[in-house]
Structures are given as C-alpha cells and as structure tokens.
C-alpha cells in the first residue's frame, strides 16, 4: 500500500535527524583521538605500548619488536587466576602502567611505583583514558621505600627492575617479605640454563666449582650495557633460581624467557639463614618512618 506524502516526510526527517546524529558523534570521537595522539605525542617517548579502544597506539613501533609489552603479557597471563578480585597487587618500576592495567581488569587493587616523573605522567594520563582510576594508584618512589610499608601484597609485580638496582638483593628481600601469595619475577640474564648442583659447604681453598658454568653468579657492569648506565647486573639463570630461594621464594613457573612465577614458602622452609636476612632488611625498615601505600 503507498504511503501517504506525510509519512514519506516524517520517516525522511527521523533519517536526517539520525544522520546529524552520527555526523555529530562521529566528529566528536575524531576531534578526540586527535586530542589523544597529540597528548600522546606530547608525553613521547613511550616504552610501553598501549592499545586505546578508537585504535590509537602510543608506541607502535617498538625496538624490541612486536606489540611490547602485549606479546610478554600473553606469555605471562595464562600463568595468573583469571580473576584477582580482593588481591592487592604491587607492581615495582609500573612505566607508564601496561601491566597495572591488565591486572587492574582482572580485579585487583593496583598500586604501581616508579621513580621517573615522566613514566608515571604517562600512566596517570592513560589510566584515566582506561576509567581505571578507582583500581590503580601511582606512587613515586624508589622500591626500598617498601621498607615503610608495614603491609603486604597477595602480587608482587617485579618486572625489568632487578638488574637496574645498585643493592638488588636488599630490595628482593624486602618485596619478598611482603608477598603474600605470588611473585612475578623477571630479569635480564645471561645465556643458558644450566644449574650446577652444590654441595652444603666447601673448603675455603675449594674454588674450582664456583668457575662452573652453572653455578649461580651475577655479571657486574661497570660501565654501560646496551648504553644504559643503569644496568648494573646480569645474573645466570642458576643465580636467579638460587637468588630467589634466598629470599623465601619458590619459583612454580617459568611462563617466558627470563620470567620467574614465585610463591612465598613457609617460615619452616626458609633458608638457615633467614634470621640474618630479617635482622638486615629490619634495620632498613627501622630507618625510615612506617607510612602505608594508598
């Protein structure tokens, strides 16, 4: 049946008013993601690069190749629960905050440090972007300020910060003392994985063992390596395993190269030398005020 010239005239304004609506929407999300690319230029240089949901990029380019830090998350992720409703979660040297996020939408409580006022511009611009402000806070600070902390972490998040640290083991301790169920542990390393087994105890003249290439050792840099003059240390893959296990940790995976997931072992399984490592991270913790991370 034809319609009548009245209906023909509403349904052609409802389409228009429809189309304005779009045209308005769709300038609207254009004028915003040229907003977002011009903020994202301004906070350059990313090292991390994050995905926006109009399909902006903040370094899509990256010198290590691929989608970094995606691709690593995906190799790590499987190795988590799905869910981290409840958990508080530490994330140690958070950049500019790929895996804050993540962890964040799992459903943790993230607090995320690090000590360069320009990544942690980068991660409180981009948490607001991701409406993820009520689930992750951002603290400057250096990690042996977890000394002041008096509380503890269900996930201890400390990724590519290890081999930057002057005292790394002082600050492996004192994030050991403070993980409640899971760490995540990475670091530069050198090549192999071979372990050599040790004995108990060894002469003070039995020096041998200790050239074996298994044997657990840190590398120091004295200068630079890959130019950076931050990096201080590359331990062997025996010397993370035996570093861990120092520090009250046990590794339960290895999820990617260089990766370590650890879980805090009890009182009665920590090392005979377990007291002095209290007794040496306590005098740190006696030697600044207590405060607690919000």
Not at 127 to 135: A, N
Request: proline share 7%.
């Amino acid at each position: 049946m034809p319609r009548s010239a009245s209906y023909r005239r509403s349904v052609a304004a409802r389409r228009d008013v429809h189309e304005v609506g779009t045209f308005a929407s769709s300038s609207r999300s254009t004028r915003a993601s040229a907003a977002r690319r011009r903020k994202i230029e301004a906070l350059a240089p990313w090292f991390h690069n994050l995905h926006f949901p109009d399909g902006t990029q903040t370094a899509p380019d990256h010198f290590l190749g691929g989608d970094f830090p995606a691709f690593k998350w995906r190799e790590i992720a499987p190795a988590l629960p799905a869910r981290l409703d409840g958990w508080r979660v530490l994330d140690v040297g958070c950049n500019a905050g790929f895996y804050s996020f993540e962890l964040a939408r799992r459903g943790a409580h993230v607090t995320a440090i690090d000590i360069d006022p320009h990544y942690l511009a980068q991660a409180r611009w981009a948490c607001r972007q991701f409406g993820l402000e009520s689930r992750v806070r951002f603290r400057r600070m250096e990690v042996y300020e977890i000394a002041r902390d008096p509380q503890g972490f269900d996930l201890v998040w400390f990724m590519g910060v290890f081999y930057h640290l002057r005292y790394p083991l002082l600050a492996l301790d004192l994030l050991a003392q403070r993980t409640r169920r899971l760490m995540v542990f990475q670091t530069l390393t050198m090549p192999g994985d071979s372990v050599y087994a040790p004995q108990p105890d060894y002469r003070i003249d039995e020096r041998t063992p200790l050239l074996e290439s298994g044997w657990p050792k840190m590398a120091f840099i004295e200068q630079r390596f890959s130019g950076d003059p931050t990096n201080w240390w590359v331990p062997n893959h025996a010397g993370v395993e035996a570093l861990l296990r120092s520090s009250g940790l046990s590794v339960k995976s290895r999820p990617a190269h260089e990766v370590y997931v650890c879980k805090r072992v009890t009182r009665r399984q920590r090392p005979i030398y377990g007291s002095q490592l209290e007794s040496i991270t306590g005098l740190v913790q006696r030697a600044a005020p207590r405060r607690r991370l919000r």
